[in-house]
């Protein structure tokens, strides 16, 4: 499976910003996927991750945050809400097809980063 992450950019604190992470070479429709970021000298972290009935989400984006999933398009999107200035980071996609813990780094599959930068 190939992930290839998309949507980064530049936005103002409030604005919005959804990030796609388009899956190829499988169908990945059950696959657990999830959503890390890592802000410049820090390390990586949990943001988001959707399995095939679930939703999980870190703390710091609860309630701003909202991951979901086109299985037909096999694509699972971040949208992000009212974005502030500490969710600047690059955001990794990453899948797995077996049950775990989806809000650690034990994926299989890693997409490659996009940069978000929200400035206030």
């Known amino acids: 499976v190939q992930l290839q992450a998309s949507g980064g950019g530049s936005v103002q604190a409030g604005d919005s910003l959804t990030l796609s992470c388009a899956a190829s070479g499988r169908d990945a429709s059950n696959y657990g996927v999830g959503w890390f970021r890592q802000a410049p000298g820090k390390e990586r972290e949990f943001v988001a991750a959707?399995?095939?009935?679930?939703?999980y989400y870190a703390d710091s984006v609860k309630g701003r945050f909202t991951i979901s999933r086109d299985n037909a398009k096999n694509t699972v999107y971040l949208q992000m809400n009212s974005p502030k200035p500490e969710d600047t980071a690059v955001y990794y996609c990453?899948?797995?097809?077996?049950?775990?813990?989806?809000?650690?780094?034990?994926?299989?599959?890693w997409g490659q980063g996009t940069q978000v930068t929200v400035s206030s």
């Open positions: 990453a899948a797995d097809p077996t049950y775990g813990d989806y809000t650690r780094e034990t994926y299989t599959y």
């Open positions: 959707v399995t095939w009935s679930s939703t």
